[in-house]
């Protein structure tokens, strides 16, 4: 299984309409310098604002929709989401979470495949810190309070883990779904570190491709992670064994990994049911009944 792997809504699953926007919603092209703008799409009110860092070729909409109920990869016990319906859908995380405080998401460059205000497309592959630096910026040119819960899904685990070492004080709070852990390199063998960092590095034209080993090199050598209200969150679906080789990661390193990554931040890795990579399709409910919580104990501490 390649951990990187999110759906990108619409272009690896079939999206029926979107439903109306609510009046409150507010989405873009941010301008953030050097001849660049990035997607951004806010919804809700109420503070800390919540901004969600998507995975790898992943963008917002993956955070406005969802597997219908009905779905039968539902049924299945493997993580089938390739074969999934996805829709848009007002029943999905972002919409969800918008009912207690503002929401963001974003798209990084070469994600959204076609349609109006694409984020202004980069050389692929690129580094963890590139990513880091366009969210700093883009909270910055959005004029975003701060500080916020991050909320972070696979590849977007290694943009939070940086940005949250490097900008404690932007971090009022910290959730990673189905995170790709720090601690995936000390987990694996060098046969699947060495594969996982290949696939990291693989350039279609027009996709996004991230440098796998320069991430957790660039993590190691960062500040500690900030104490702040915090949780990780893994799936409990994974691929059929006969879809998967000899060097991916198995499902009880990523688990173990994500255990780790917990520890360090003071907290728990809850394994949500009824779920596989892509969480937020899956179980949308759960996954912002989470992030709320974590809303919650900042504002506790505010």
Not at 5 to 16: K, P, Q, S
Not at 167 to 196: I, K, M
């Amino acid at each position: 299984m390649n951990v990187w792997r999110a759906v990108a809504v619409g272009a690896a699953a079939a999206i029926a309409a979107a439903p109306a926007a609510s009046a409150d919603d507010r989405s873009g092209l941010v301008d953030i310098g050097g001849g660049r703008s990035l997607f951004l799409n806010c919804q809700g009110e109420g503070a800390p604002t919540v901004f969600v860092i998507p995975g790898k070729g992943s963008y917002a909409d993956a955070w406005n929709a969802a597997v219908p109920p009905d779905d039968p990869i539902r049924s299945s016990a493997y993580d089938l989401i390739d074969e999934a319906k996805v829709a848009l859908s007002a029943v999905s995380a972002q919409p969800i979470v918008a009912r207690t405080t503002q929401i963001c998401t974003y798209d990084r460059p070469d994600t959204r495949p076609d349609g109006p205000d694409r984020s202004t497309p980069v050389s692929q592959p690129h580094t963890v810190q590139a990513d880091v630096d366009d969210v700093v910026s883009l909270i910055g040119a959005a004029r975003l309070p701060t500080p916020m819960v991050f909320v972070a899904h696979s590849y977007g685990g290694l943009v939070l883990d940086l940005l949250a070492r490097q900008h404690p004080d932007l971090v009022s709070g910290l959730v990673f779904s189905e995170p790709t852990s720090e601690y995936l390199r000390l987990v694996g063998t060098p046969e699947q570190n060495a594969t996982f960092n290949t696939d990291g590095q693989t350039v279609a034209p027009g996709d996004e491709a991230i440098l796998a080993d320069d991430a957790f090199a660039t993590i190691a050598d960062a500040p500690p992670l900030p104490r702040v209200p915090a949780i990780v969150l893994s799936a409990d679906k994974f691929p059929d064994p006969s879809a998967l080789k000899p060097d991916n990661y198995t499902q009880a390193q990523i688990h173990l990994a994500n255990d780790m990554l917990a520890a360090a931040l003071g907290t728990t890795n809850v394994v949500v049911p009824g779920t596989g990579h892509n969480q937020m399709l899956y179980h949308p409910q759960a996954v912002a009944d989470h992030v709320v919580a974590v809303v919650d104990e900042a504002r506790a501490e505010r």
